[in-house]
């Protein structure tokens, strides 16, 4: 009957040990920890995010393009680096098939026409 008869304060010291400010710290700590750490990542993020996007701002402003302009630009060039790769590719397909045909190396093959291997 004692129990009954406690405050709330007493109950929440006499089960935790700790008294009420400090016990509600307790409370489910590595889940708040959790949101915490979440919540603090969330800002950096957005603060992150605010900043590219000024900076990305300022790029356009500085080169007089809108944003529409930008992404034409960047698919553009994006097509061109794609139609290089499949050049390049079909000269490596043919300089293996020439090295293969002469009984050569690939890089015999490059030297003999001058062409740089990092190429």
């Not at 700590?29 to 995010?49: F, G, N, V």
């Not at 356009?60 to 097509?79: F, G, P, S």
Request: charged letters at 35%; proline letters at 3%; one cysteine or more.
């Amino acid at each position: 009957m004692d129990g009954d008869n406690e405050s709330p304060q007493a109950k929440t010291t006499k089960e935790t040990g700790a008294a009420p400010d400090e016990a509600s710290v307790f409370d489910n700590s590595p889940e708040k920890e959790q949101r915490a750490e979440l919540a603090a990542t969330i800002a950096t993020l957005k603060r992150d995010l605010e900043a590219q996007t000024k900076a990305r701002d300022a790029l356009l402003a500085k080169c007089n393009l809108t944003m529409e302009q930008a992404r034409l630009l960047t698919d553009e060039h994006i097509d061109r680096l794609h139609r290089y790769n499949d050049i390049k590719d079909a000269g490596q397909l043919l300089f293996g098939k020439l090295a293969e045909l002469k009984g050569k190396t690939v890089k015999d093959i490059y030297k003999e026409y001058s062409v740089n291997i990092e190429d």
